[in-house]
């Protein structure tokens, strides 16, 4: 009885998927990716396509997250709330995975210049790879966002299902070679030659407990904050720090799925956006 009730809704799962994949690639394209899907295989092997909205085609592993991140962001379309921002220019996707979120917001905004930075030595050639098209709009940085300059090495010990979208940092142990240094917001708005960030994407994986704990006179320079909150890492309670810091910045705070939407007064209208929960 449980096996055949778990049948199901997996069954049940896939056909919401489909249809939402219907609604966003049409119907030859859906049909394409959901072969992909079902393939798995080595993330070796790697196929393209083009979602409608997004300047350039996309590129994903089989058998890898790049599926659910790309359910995400063009089936369950997380990220569209952002698309009404009054403009962007300066872009810092911090946690920038293999590139998609970056991918919609370069071509939402074409007068936008990103700083994508991912810490995992894979999702980042992947990331080269999806958003080599756009050229000098974009700029690729290996580090860890971090509160401050830190050496750090990637997290070997699993976080929630361990795959691709969800690889931590960590501190150096003593002696410990390091795999990058960790860069903080501000040094990231001060390499840009920017002078305000428009937007901060943030998913992070926890480290966001890291970043809004100290150092924080940047986010005066910071217009509109997308992040993903995650309190059950060993960094800590992510939203209780993040609320915290933005305390008393004037913010407007909504919620859109997993993302955490933050906008200064003017910057975006609230329309089509879930109230926060009051902290």
């Not at 790879?129 to 860890?144: D, E, F, I």
């Not at 910071?222 to 909150?229: F, G, K, N, R, S």
Request: hydrophobic share 40%.
């Amino acid at each position: 009885m449980i096996s055949w009730v778990k049948r199901k809704l997996r069954l049940r799962t896939r056909w919401r998927r489909y249809r939402r994949s219907i609604s966003a690639l049409g119907a030859w394209k859906s049909l394409v990716y959901q072969l992909h899907h079902l393939r798995g295989a080595s993330r070796n092997s790697v196929f393209w396509i083009h979602p409608p909205g997004v300047m350039h085609p996309l590129c994903l592993r089989h058998g890898s997250s790049d599926f659910d991140v790309f359910d995400q962001i063009f089936f369950q379309k997380e990220y569209e709330p952002l698309y009404a921002l009054c403009d962007a220019r300066l872009i810092i996707d911090g946690g920038a995975n293999v590139g998609y979120s970056s991918a919609c917001l370069l071509s939402r905004f074409p007068n936008s210049h990103i700083v994508a930075v991912e810490p995992d030595p894979e999702n980042f050639a992947m990331l080269g790879r999806n958003l080599q098209a756009y050229g000098s709009r974009v700029t690729l940085v290996r580090a860890g966002v971090w509160s401050h300059s830190a050496p750090l090495v990637m997290s070997q010990d699993p976080y929630r299902d361990g795959r691709e979208w969800a690889r931590q940092v960590r501190p150096c142990a003593p002696d410990e070679k390091p795999d990058f240094e960790g860069i903080d917001i501000a040094s990231l708005l001060v390499s840009s030659g920017y002078e305000r960030i428009s937007l901060l994407k943030m998913d992070i994986e926890g480290a966001e407990a890291i970043v809004f704990r100290e150092n924080i006179d940047w986010l005066e320079k910071v217009d509109a904050i997308a992040i993903e909150l995650h309190d059950d890492s060993s960094f800590g309670n992510g939203s209780e720090v993040f609320f915290s810091a933005i305390r008393g910045q004037e913010f407007e705070v909504s919620r859109c799925g997993e993302l955490t939407i933050c906008w200064r007064p003017g910057r975006m209208p609230a329309a089509g956006l879930a109230p926060a929960t009051s902290r």
